[in-house]
């Protein structure tokens, strides 16, 4: 007998889901099968033990030179590159005996750390990459500049203010556990109110089902595109990302520039969705808010645009609408959302069978994967910047960064269905279906190479969620004219460039349908850096895209009218 008795398995399932929340949803296995790998294969290297020992003798060498170049007065060349790891150190203090030796003491460390994690032979390479992952991540938090003792930028501004800032940081981290116990938004996010001085663009909810509302927005010209527009948020977030305060809400933007706006605003959802699928996003969802849009403006096509994850599933829904022959897509936008999971980026790097069955015993156990689970996991990829910056600007300086409406948006999030999520994880990210030609829609396998829509792809520069160069290579499987944009700024602040916004550029770049294929790096070399937002570059694109028939807005009074936006989901 081979299956597992029913009641065993939920021995098993209820002791991993357990253990989970201890491990904010991070398979413990991933871990020490990495590091497992690691002191095995290099037990088994007494070459690649040399090879450290070597260089460790050479670092020491380069280091007593440097040394004594600088006690003699000289000003030597630094013997070890800085390579990102140059956080606190403004004061000049960093660039003289002892503070200086103490730097490249320890940037001489971190480079043979690094090179002992990834050198041994033969290790799985999603090992090997996990090792210099961990490997970095502990030398940031063992970093001299991060501890307050040593880091002169922090202890004379401890000194200088008397330890008032110390008093500070201490009220601080007391509000911040406060306001967690409590389930309250981190300090400052009052200022910013859903409805008044977000999400406030004029409009109404004009179809509502059990996953999502459809919000129509005001048009704000006197005539406006023929074709409507429909957005499609991620649904791991609030929706309000693209309409944020009035002056940089792309709704807003698009409705002043003439186009009639769509949203899917996503229900947050509870243990009683446990079973909501991931195709439901697609056929409640997506389609759902195509016909309705249909029934309101016959005889349209309709310009759509998904972000993230959004993105992922309009992709999906586009590739089985051109199976199917529905042909009322007049272009498709997909901003910072993947369609091909082979390089997705550092969230790959724990995602495997040992880790993707962890979550699903943690969400079995509760019917949803909640916002703290996901929140770690997004601290995890950027400790330095979102755990051990805030640490010390936050606790030891008490100096509190400025809450703006993104930080607002992103505090407020939502929560993942179980099996919808279970779904994504194995069939994306694991199996990489889609671009495999594995990725079945009611029994039928798709392929985005039937899409023949153009497609106007975004990447951000600094994406850790979806790496540009995962986001460009939907041109490998497509079979349309694709225009790709990259831009400066992350997943979210890329995202959000409306114009005026200081220090945004961006890359663009058009191939037609049977242009031959431009890897991303040679495509970013030969790509003019433009300075300005994203925005204007697209909204030129949309109108270019449409039949540039201008017509009469839609009458609003004439709409269903199930409330005005932003509608009764946001608040859930």
């Given at each position: 007998m081979?299956?597992?008795?029913?009641h065993?398995e939920?021995?098993?399932r209820?002791?991993?889901?357990?253990?989970?929340?201890v491990?904010?949803g991070?398979?413990?296995?991933?871990?020490w099968?990495?590091y497992l790998?690691?002191a095995t294969?290099?037990a088994?290297s007494?070459?690649?033990?040399l090879?450290?020992?070597?260089?460790?003798?050479?670092?020491a060498?380069k280091?007593w030179?440097?040394?004594?170049?600088?006690?003699?007065?000289q000003?030597?060349a630094p013997?070890f590159?800085?390579?990102g790891?140059?956080?606190?150190?403004?004061?000049?203090?960093w660039?003289a005996p002892?503070?200086?030796?103490?730097?490249?003491?320890?940037?001489?460390l971190s480079h043979?750390a690094?090179?002992?994690?990834?050198?041994p032979?033969?290790?799985?390479t999603i090992?090997?990459t996990?090792?210099g992952?961990?490997?970095r991540?502990?030398?940031?938090a063992l970093?001299?500049?991060?501890?307050p003792f040593?880091?002169?930028d922090?202890w004379?501004?401890?000194?200088?203010d008397?330890?008032a800032?110390?008093a500070?940081?201490?009220?601080?981290l007391?509000?911040?556990?406060?306001?967690?116990?409590?389930?309250?938004p981190?300090?400052?996010a009052?200022g910013?109110?859903?409805?008044?001085?977000l999400?406030?663009?004029?409009?109404?909810v004009?179809?509502?089902?059990d996953?999502?509302?459809l919000?129509?927005?005001r048009p704000?010209?006197?005539?406006v595109?023929?074709?409507?527009?429909l957005?499609?948020p991620a649904?791991?977030?609030?929706y309000?990302i693209?309409?944020l305060?009035?002056?940089n809400?792309l709704?807003r933007?698009?409705?002043?520039?003439?186009h009639?706006?769509?949203?899917?605003?996503?229900?947050?959802p509870?243990?009683?969705d446990?079973n909501?699928?991931?195709?439901?996003?697609?056929?409640?969802g997506v389609?759902a808010a195509?016909?309705e849009?249909?029934r309101?403006?016959?005889?349209?096509g309709?310009?759509a645009c998904?972000y993230?994850?959004?993105g992922t599933?309009?992709?999906?829904?586009?590739?089985?609408?051109?199976?199917?022959?529905d042909?009322?897509l007049?272009s498709l936008?997909?901003?910072?959302?993947?369609?091909?999971?082979s390089?997705?980026g550092e969230?790959?790097?724990f995602?495997?069978?040992?880790?993707?069955?962890?979550?699903?015993?943690?969400m079995?156990?509760?019917?949803?994967?909640d916002?703290?689970?996901m929140a770690?996991?997004?601290?995890?990829?950027?400790?330095n910047?979102?755990?051990?910056?805030r640490?010390?600007h936050?606790?030891?300086?008490?100096e509190r960064?400025a809450?703006t409406?993104l930080?607002a948006?992103?505090?407020?999030q939502?929560?993942?269905?179980?099996?919808?999520?279970s779904q994504?994880l194995?069939?994306l990210?694991?199996?990489n279906?889609?671009?495999?030609?594995r990725?079945?829609v009611?029994g039928?396998?798709?392929?985005l190479?039937d899409i023949?829509?153009?497609?106007f792809?975004?990447?951000?520069?600094?994406?850790h969620?979806?790496?540009?160069?995962?986001?460009?290579?939907?041109r490998l499987?497509a079979d349309?004219?694709?225009?790709f944009?990259?831009t400066t700024?992350?997943?979210?602040?890329?995202i959000?460039?409306?114009?005026g916004?200081?220090h945004?550029?961006f890359r663009?770049?058009?191939?037609?349908?049977?242009?031959?294929?431009?890897d991303?790096?040679s495509?970013?070399?030969?790509a003019?850096?433009?300075?300005?937002?994203w925005?204007?570059?697209?909204?030129?694109?949309l109108?270019?895209k449409?039949t540039?028939?201008?017509?009469a807005?839609?009458d609003m009074d004439?709409?269903p009218k199930?409330?005005?936006?932003?509608?009764?989901?946001?608040?859930?």
């Amino acid at each position: 007998m081979t299956d597992t008795p029913r009641h065993f398995e939920t021995l098993d399932r209820a002791q991993r889901a357990a253990l989970a929340h201890v491990t904010q949803g991070i398979s413990p296995y991933a871990l020490w099968s990495a590091y497992l790998d690691w002191a095995t294969h290099y037990a088994m290297s007494p070459g690649t033990q040399l090879d450290v020992a070597e260089r460790a003798a050479e670092n020491a060498g380069k280091l007593w030179l440097y040394a004594a170049a600088k006690m003699s007065g000289q000003n030597p060349a630094p013997p070890f590159p800085a390579n990102g790891w140059t956080s606190f150190q403004e004061d000049p203090a960093w660039q003289a005996p002892p503070l200086d030796l103490l730097r490249q003491w320890y940037l001489g460390l971190s480079h043979l750390a690094v090179f002992a994690a990834e050198a041994p032979r033969g290790m799985q390479t999603i090992d090997q990459t996990r090792m210099g992952f961990i490997t970095r991540h502990l030398l940031d938090a063992l970093a001299p500049w991060s501890n307050p003792f040593i880091n002169p930028d922090i202890w004379k501004k401890v000194l200088a203010d008397g330890g008032a800032g110390l008093a500070k940081g201490l009220q601080n981290l007391i509000e911040d556990r406060q306001r967690e116990a409590s389930s309250q938004p981190p300090a400052g996010a009052e200022g910013f109110v859903v409805g008044k001085t977000l999400a406030a663009t004029p409009g109404e909810v004009v179809f509502r089902n059990d996953l999502m509302e459809l919000i129509c927005y005001r048009p704000a010209t006197e005539a406006v595109a023929a074709e409507p527009i429909l957005l499609v948020p991620a649904w791991i977030m609030k929706y309000y990302i693209l309409d944020l305060s009035p002056g940089n809400s792309l709704v807003r933007f698009l409705v002043g520039r003439g186009h009639t706006v769509f949203m899917i605003s996503w229900r947050n959802p509870t243990a009683e969705d446990r079973n909501l699928a991931l195709d439901d996003y697609r056929s409640k969802g997506v389609m759902a808010a195509l016909d309705e849009i249909t029934r309101l403006l016959p005889g349209r096509g309709i310009h759509a645009c998904g972000y993230c994850l959004g993105g992922t599933i309009l992709a999906i829904a586009a590739a089985t609408m051109a199976r199917d022959g529905d042909r009322r897509l007049a272009s498709l936008s997909l901003l910072a959302a993947q369609t091909d999971f082979s390089e997705a980026g550092e969230l790959m790097l724990f995602v495997d069978d040992s880790q993707v069955a962890f979550l699903e015993d943690m969400m079995w156990d509760r019917g949803v994967l909640d916002t703290k689970q996901m929140a770690g996991a997004f601290r995890i990829l950027r400790s330095n910047e979102l755990i051990l910056s805030r640490i010390i600007h936050d606790y030891v300086l008490g100096e509190r960064e400025a809450m703006t409406d993104l930080m607002a948006w992103n505090a407020d999030q939502t929560r993942m269905p179980y099996l919808m999520h279970s779904q994504y994880l194995r069939g994306l990210f694991l199996e990489n279906r889609l671009t495999a030609g594995r990725y079945a829609v009611e029994g039928r396998v798709i392929a985005l190479r039937d899409i023949d829509a153009p497609v106007f792809l975004v990447g951000t520069e600094k994406d850790h969620i979806a790496p540009w160069q995962s986001v460009y290579k939907f041109r490998l499987f497509a079979d349309t004219e694709v225009t790709f944009v990259l831009t400066t700024g992350g997943h979210n602040a890329g995202i959000v460039s409306e114009p005026g916004h200081r220090h945004r550029s961006f890359r663009i770049g058009t191939a037609a349908h049977d242009a031959k294929y431009v890897d991303p790096v040679s495509w970013a070399a030969a790509a003019e850096p433009r300075e300005g937002s994203w925005w204007l570059a697209w909204a030129d694109w949309l109108e270019a895209k449409g039949t540039r028939a201008m017509v009469a807005p839609p009458d609003m009074d004439a709409m269903p009218k199930l409330g005005a936006a932003p509608g009764r989901y946001v608040f859930t």
